[in-house]
Structures are given as structure tokens and as C-alpha cells.
């Protein structure tokens, strides 16, 4: 039986690509860089290519957060300061939330049953300022950003960290849920967790990391859990 729930946080409890694309936005106008539809979508690019690379031990945070501008400003042509950039930008991005749909409803669901936590690998401050924003601290017993851990998802001492601090762990009561197979689903398997990939859109399995489970929606997670 299930009793512990590692919930990611972008794009699993928040909407990051909208927030992402709202503050993005803002940050170009700031520079005065049009921010049409096809440096958006090159930026989001970007920006994964660099997580997936800090998720393999490649680059540090801090080298994830300016590297994405400075590629995205050499593509384009713009003289502008990447650390500038990254500034503003976060400062923005913690402001405000967006929910994916039913995912307020379901930690109000699940909170009564279970133990939630939430496992989430972005900056803390930016974080932090999201979830006080969107009032969710209330539904989760602890909250485990890897910057202030000191380990990324899918690294095995992030979640060796997590299990740490949750009374009476067992492994076979503990499930990880996140839209990501690189961080949230490999970290899980080599964990020894039971993992449920969220893919709303049906997206195929990418670099051989095969979940224990698949749900294409949020709500899907409570009779998901229920057979568990």
C-alpha cells in the first residue's frame, strides 16, 4: 500500500511553460528584443538542453541559468548580458502561479490519505516564492528543492536525502509522480520507487527510462494509487 507521494513541481502541480513564456517574454521586451514565437520556442529548447545537461552532472546551476541566454543571444544576434538577463528573469518567474488542470483539487484529495512531498530540482528563491504564491505548502508534509539539498533529480543522493527525513520510509509504500523521465522517473527507478510518469501528451519513452506507470492526467493518479 501506498502511503508516501513525491510530487515534482513544473509541470506536474504548476504550469512552468506558461509561466516560463510570460516572464520570457517580459525579459526580452526589457532588452528590447521582440519576443516573437520562434525565439520563445528556441528558448525553451535551450533551456531543457541545459537542465538535461545539469541532470548528467555537465554544468552547474548557476551555468544552466546564464548559458541559456547566452546561446539564445548568440543565435540572434543580441548584445545583451546573459546574468542580467537571468536576473530579471527569475525575479519575474516567481511571481504569480498557474496550476495544471485538476492539480489543486488533487493534493486537497490526496492530502487526506496520504503523506505528500514535494521533489522539486528548481532554484529555490523562484521556487519558494511559487508555492507560497499558489498556497499549496499546506498539502505537503515537506518540501525538497535540490538547491538547497545540494543534489539534483535523477541523482540517488537527492532522493536518499528525501527518504531520510520521511518517518518510517519504506520503499515499497513510496511512489515519485513528475512529467519528467529524465529526472522524476530515472531518479525513482534507481531509487527503488515506484514510478508514475504524468504525459498529457502522449509523448513516446525517450533514452530507454521505461515508468512503472503512465497517466495522462492528473486525476488519473487516484485510482492509479488505489491498486497500488
Not at 509561466?19 to 531543457?48: C, D, F, M, Q, W
Not at 535523477?154 to 527518504?163: Q, V
Not at 523521465?181 to 498529457?200: E, F, R
Request: proline content about 2%; glycine content about 8%.
Amino acid at each position: 500500500m501506498i502511503r508516501n507521494i513525491l510530487l515534482d513541481l513544473d509541470d506536474t502541480i504548476l504550469d512552468f511553460h506558461q509561466a516560463e513564456k510570460i516572464a520570457l517574454t517580459k525579459t526580452l521586451e526589457h532588452l528590447g528584443i521582440e519576443p516573437e514565437e520562434k525565439i520563445l520556442a528556441r528558448y525553451s529548447v535551450l533551456n531543457l538542453e541545459q537542465w538535461r545537461l545539469l541532470e548528467q552532472g555537465k554544468l552547474t546551476r548557476k551555468e544552466v541559468k546564464e548559458r541559456r541566454y547566452k546561446l539564445l543571444f548568440d543565435e540572434i544576434g543580441a548584445d545583451c548580458c546573459a546574468a542580467s538577463a537571468t536576473k530579471y528573469y527569475e525575479n519575474l518567474l516567481g511571481v504569480g502561479h498557474y496550476f495544471i488542470d485538476g492539480a489543486e483539487e488533487l493534493l486537497k484529495i490526496l492530502s487526506k490519505d496520504y503523506r505528500l512531498y514535494l521533489a522539486s530540482n528548481g532554484t529555490a528563491a523562484v521556487q519558494k516564492s511559487r508555492i507560497k504564491s499558489a498556497g499549496i505548502a499546506k498539502y505537503f508534509d515537506d518540501i525538497f528543492i535540490s538547491q538547497k539539498i545540494g543534489f539534483d533529480k535523477p541523482d540517488i543522493e537527492f532522493f536518499n536525502y528525501c527518504f531520510s527525513k520521511i518517518m518510517d520510509f519504506k520503499k515499497s509504500e513510496t511512489v515519485i509522480v513528475g512529467d519528467s523521465l529524465t529526472s522524476d522517473i530515472k531518479g525513482g527507478k534507481s531509487a527503488g520507487i515506484t514510478t508514475v510518469w504524468l504525459n498529457p501528451k502522449g509523448l513516446p519513452y525517450v533514452f530507454d527510462i521505461e515508468p512503472d506507470h503512465i497517466i495522462t492526467g492528473l486525476m488519473d493518479l487516484t485510482s492509479l494509487l488505489k491498486g497500488l
